[in-house]
């Protein structure tokens, strides 16, 4: 019996690490593979103005200021579209 016997708590832990560092990894790859819309490529995705993004961009979570241009998130704006359309189905229903 020169083997130790590990704490549950401990290998609980452990499996914790692991499953944090591979979300963490998922994570750190998808912003790698963002990119940053224009105000019109945004337009075109949700089928409305300049004018109305331009006036939403605050309240919009996926829009940054960069350099003074307004950009968004390609990744954020699927996640938003998504977030909308479950939120209507479940008003819906």
């Not at 560092?21 to 998808?30: H, L």
């Not at 819309?37 to 996926?62: D, R, S």
Request: glycine share 6%.
């Amino acid at each position: 019996m020169s083997e130790t016997t590990r704490n549950p708590f401990d290998l609980l832990l452990d499996q914790i690490r692991q499953v944090v560092a591979e979300e963490v990894q998922k994570a750190v790859k998808g912003s790698k593979d963002d990119k940053l819309l224009t105000v019109e490529e945004v337009c075109q995705v949700l089928n409305v103005t300049a004018q109305w993004v331009y006036h939403n961009g605050k309240k919009l979570p996926f829009a940054r200021k960069v350099g003074g241009n307004l950009r968004f998130s390609s990744n954020d704006l699927q996640r938003w579209i998504a977030a909308q359309r479950l939120k209507a189905t479940k008003e819906g229903s």
